[in-house]
C-alpha cells in the first residue's frame, strides 16, 4: 500500500513533535545550568543563556561531593546490572524452555512481585541489611537493586530466550552438545542483545534510584547521586535551582553515555543468519 | 561464548562488589562518634554548620561528630525508616511541626533533664512550646522565621502610601487598601504565594486573634470558625476577587515562582518568608531596590505562628549526654548567630538575637530581629490528625475559598464539619 505525501508529512511531523516533547526537559535543563541567578529569574526565559556562566557547576561541585556520589552511583548501578543478568540468565532459560505448573507460578509470580510499593518492603529489607552489616554499604545497596530488577530482569529474558529457535539447541544436542554447553555456546550467544538489553534496564534502574539509596546509605561518602541531588533543595520545596541543575545536568550524562554506547547492540539483527532458510 | 569468558564475567563480578565494599564507620579506637543530621542546604549555611562541626572536633578529641547532610525533601522517610530500624543519627536537625510523631512515638529523646540551664533560659518560653509534646521535651528551636512582606521599595515610595514598621504596622484593613492603591496598569499590589494555604493562613491569623483550634475540658480539639479567624482568609479573598490588587494566577505558586513577576515590577509585594531574601539578594536585577515590611496586624498585634528549626536527640542513641553537650556548643550565642546568618534567619536564644549583625538595615536584618518577640508556636503544632485534615479538607476548600470558587459559609461548613470528623477519628 502507498503512503500518500500527505500522510508522510504528517507521521514526519508527529515523529518531530514527539521528539521535541521528549527533549524539552532536556534541553531546558541544560539550559537552566548556564544560566546565572539573575536570568533565572527572569520573567521572560530564553533557551540560550544571555550570560552563560559555569558558576552553578562549580558551586555544585563546592556544595556536594558529587564526584564521589558519582562514583557510587556507578558502582551500584553495574554491580546490580551485571549479577542481576548472571543470576537471571539460567533462570530465563528454564522458565522459557520448560513447560510446568513452576514455570508458570515463577512467571505468575515475577508479574505479581512488580506491584509491591517500595515502602512495603523497605522496613524488613532495612532489619534484614541491618542484621547482615549491610546498611550503608554500596554492596548492601547492590544486593537490594539485584534483587529489586530480578524479577523484571527474569522476564525480559525469558522473552528473548523464548525466541531463540529451539531448532538450534536440538542441532547441538545432535551433534554432541551437552545442555550446559548448548546453553554456553549456542543459546547465550544468540541471547546477547537481550542480555545486554536487560543489564541497561537494571543498570538505568539502579542508577536512577532514590528512596532504597536514601533510606539505606547514611553517610555522605556512601551516597548516590539522586540523594545527593536533593540536597539542593531545602525548606518548603525551595531549590537552589542552579547548581541543582548543573548536578543533575552531569548526573543525566553516564547513563545517557552507556545508552548510546550499547543501544546498537539491542537493535542489532539479533538472529540475522542463525538459521538458514 | 567459553567457560573461560563465563569464569572471567563472574570474577568481574566478585572484584566489582569487592571494589565497592565500604570502609565501613572506621575502627574503634575508643572515641565516641555521633552522628550528625544536618539539613542546612544553602552555601553559606552548610559551611556554618561544617565549620562548627570541625571546631567541635578540634576541641573534643573524645567525642567525634560526623556531619551528615540530609535533605528537607525526604528527613521524615528518613527518620522514620532510621527510627525503626535502630539506625537513627545521634542528633537530629528538623523542623518542630515534624517532631510530634516521632516523640509521641517515643523515636527522641526527653531533653527535660538534659539541657544545661543556659540554653534553657536562653530560649523563650514560647519557643519551647513549640517542642513540648506531653510532659517532654523533644528538642531545641533554634532557629525560626517571620512571615514578612517583600516590597518593591521604589514602587511604594512612588505611590506615596505609609511604609509600616514593626512599631507601627498596617492594620489588615490599611493593608488591603494600601494594595489596591498599587495595583493599576498592568500590576498587583500584591502577590500571594498560596500553593500551600493552610500554614500561611493559619499563622497570619494569630495576629487577628484566629485560633481556629479549640481545646475542649476533656482535652478534645475542634475546629471552629470565629470572627478572628475570618479576618486574613477574608482580605486575601477579596483582594484577589473584589479589588482585584492580588494576581490571581499566583495562588497556585510556590514562594520562588512569584520572584520573577516581582522583580519585573508585576506586583508591588510578595509575602514570604524572612529567610527568601537570600534568593532575592541573589537574583533580583541590578538597581532592583527591595526592602522587608512588617505582615500587617489585628488585634493580637503582630503575632504569627511558626514552626521552628529544631535540634533533637534520639532515644536509642547510646551517648546522649555527649550528644547534648555537642547542641549546648552548636547553639552558645555566637554559634547561633553564625546558623541565623547562614540561613538568612532569626536565632530563637535571646542573647543570640542581640547581637549586633542581626540588627543592621543592610538586607532588613533589623525589621526581622524585630519581629522575633511577636513569633508563637504554630496553631496546630499538637493537634492530632491536623496533616489530614490539611490535606484533605483544609488546603482545597481554602484553595476554593481564594479563588472565588465557593463563599465563607461552606468554607466554615467545609472546615468546621468535615474537619471536625477527621479531627475526631484521631481522638477516640
Known amino acids: 500500500m502507498r503512503t500518500s505525501t500527505a500522510a508522510r508529512t504528517g507521521q514526519y511531523a508527529a515523529l518531530l513533535g514527539y521528539l521535541v516533547f521528549l527533549a524539552f526537559p532536556f534541553l531546558w535543563l541544560i539550559s537552566i545550568a548556564f544560566k546565572p541567578p539573575r536570568e533565572l529569574a527572569s520573567l521572560h526565559p530564553t533557551w540560550i543563556p544571555e550570560n552563560p556562566t559555569l558558576d552553578n557547576f562549580r558551586q555544585a561541585f563546592d556544595e556536594q561531593p558529587l564526584l564521589h556520589a558519582g562514583l557510587n552511583s556507578l558502582l551500584a548501578a553495574l554491580g546490580a546490572a551485571v549479577i542481576a543478568v548472571l543470576i537471571a540468565t539460567p533462570m530465563a532459560y528454564v522458565v522459557a524452555r520448560r513447560r510446568g505448573r513452576l514455570a508458570k507460578a515463577a512467571t505468575g509470580w515475577v508479574v505479581v512481585s512488580q506491584a509491591f510499593p517500595f515502602v512495603l518492603v523497605i522496613i524488613p529489607l532495612f532489619l534484614v541489611l541491618k542484621n547482615l552489616g549491610l546498611i550503608n554499604s554500596v554492596p548492601g545497596l547492590v544486593m537490594v537493586y539485584v534483587v529489586w530488577s530480578l524479577p523484571f530482569a527474569l522476564w525480559m529474558l ?120 | 561464548m567459553t567457560r573461560t569468558r563465563i569464569l572471567t564475567l563472574f570474577a568481574c563480578a566478585v572484584l566489582l562488589l569487592a571494589g565497592c565494599t565500604g570502609g565501613g564507620d572506621g575502627a574503634d579506637d575508643g572515641r565516641i562518634t555521633l552522628r550528625f543530621l ?98 517532654g521535651v523533644y528538642g531545641v528551636p533554634f532557629l525560626q522565621e517571620p512571615r514578612v512582606l517583600i516590597a518593591n521599595a521604589t514602587l511604594l515610595k512612588e505611590s506615596g502610601v505609609r511604609i509600616p514598621t514593626p512599631e507601627h504596622p498596617w492594620t489588615w484593613a490599611e493593608f488591603r487598601q494600601v494594595t489596591k492603591e498599587l495595583s493599576g496598569k498592568g500590576r498587583y499590589g500584591v502577590a500571594w504565594p498560596l500553593k500551600e494555604p493552610v500554614s500561611a493562613t493559619l499563622n497570619l491569623s494569630l495576629s487577628t486573634g484566629g485560633r481556629l483550634f479549640h481545646r475542649g475540658d476533656d482535652g478534645k480539639v ?17 483582594q484577589v476577587g473584589t479589588d482585584r490588587s492580588a494576581s490571581p494566577t499566583t495562588l497556585g505558586s510556590g514562594g520562588s515562582d512569584t520572584l520573577p513577576g516581582f522583580f519585573a515590577g508585576k506586583y508591588a509585594m510578595v509575602p514570604l518568608g524572612f529567610s527568601y531574601r537570600q534568593q532575592i539578594e541573589q537574583q533580583a536585577p541590578e538597581g532592583f531596590d527591595w526592602q522587608v515590611l512588617p505582615a500587617p496586624a489585628g488585634a493580637d498585634g503582630l503575632a504569627q505562628g511558626v514552626s521552628p528549626q529544631t535540634l533533637s536527640i534520639a532515644e536509642d542513641s547510646p551517648h546522649k549526654k555527649e550528644a547534648a553537650a555537642f547542641v549546648d556548643f552548636l547553639l552558645q550565642p555566637d554559634n547561633m548567630v553564625r546558623l541565623a546568618l547562614g540561613d538568612w534567619m532569626l536565632p530563637t536564644g535571646e542573647q543570640a538575637l542581640k547581637d549586633p549583625a542581626l540588627h543592621t538595615a543592610e538586607r532588613s536584618w533589623a525589621t526581622g530581629t524585630a519581629l522575633a518577640a511577636h513569633l508563637r508556636p504554630a496553631p496546630a503544632q499538637s493537634v492530632r490528625g491536623y496533616a489530614e485534615w490539611k490535606d484533605k479538607v483544609a488546603t482545597p ?23 471536625n470528623l477527621v479531627l475526631a477519628r484521631y481522638q477516640r
Not at chain 2, 84 to 95: K, L, S, V
Open chain 1, 158 to 277: 525469558a522473552g528473548y530466550v523464548r525466541a531463540v529457535p529451539r531448532e538450534l539447541e536440538e542441532a547441538a544436542a545432535v551433534d554432541g552438545a551437552g545442555r550446559l554447553r548448548t546453553l554456553v555456546s549456542v543459546t547465550a550467544p544468540l541471547l546477547a542483545p537481550g542480555i545486554v538489553a536487560t543489564a541497561l534496564f537494571a543498570f538505568i534502574t539502579a542508577w536512577n534510584e532514590f528512596f532504597f539509596a536514601l533510606v539505606l546509605l547514611k553517610t555522605p561518602e556512601k551516597q548516590t547521586l539522586p540523594v545527593i541531588l536533593t540536597h539542593f533543595i531545602g525548606a518548603e520545596g525551595v531549590a537552589d535551582l542552579g547548581p541543582l541543575a548543573a548536578a543533575a545536568f552531569l548526573a543525566t550524562l553516564p547513563s545517557l553515555v552507556v545508552f548510546a554506547l550499547i543501544q546498537r547492540r539491542i537493535t542489532g539483527g539479533m538472529l540475522a543468519g542463525a538459521v538458514k532458510s
Open chain 2, 38 to 135: 544536618s539539613l542546612a542546604w544553602q552555601d553559606e549555611s552548610v559551611k556554618a554548620n561544617r565549620e562548627l562541626v570541625r571546631e567541635w572536633n578540634a576541641t573534643h578529641p573524645d567525642v567525634r561528630v560526623e556531619y551528615v547532610q540530609g535533605s528537607w525533601d525526604s528527613v521524615h522517610d528518613q527518620l522514620l525508616t532510621s527510627f525503626e530500624g535502630g539506625e537513627a543519627p545521634d542528633i537530629i536537625h528538623d523542623a518542630s511541626d515534624d517532631l510530634a510523631d516521632f516523640a509521641y512515638g517515643g523515636y527522641l529523646a526527653d531533653l527535660t533533664d538534659l539541657l544545661p540551664a543556659r540554653l534553657r533560659s536562653d530560649i523563650p518560653r514560647h519557643s519551647w512550646e513549640t517542642v513540648t509534646f506531653g510532659d
Open chain 2, 222 to 238: 475542634t475546629v471552629r470558625l470565629e470572627d478572628g479567624d475570618e479576618v486574613v482568609p477574608r482580605t486575601v479573598h477579596d
Open chain 2, 397 to 419: 476548600a481554602l484553595q476554593e475559598y481564594y479563588s472565588g470558587a465557593i463563599g465563607m459559609d461552606e468554607l466554615r461548613h467545609r472546615l468546621e464539619e468535615d474537619g
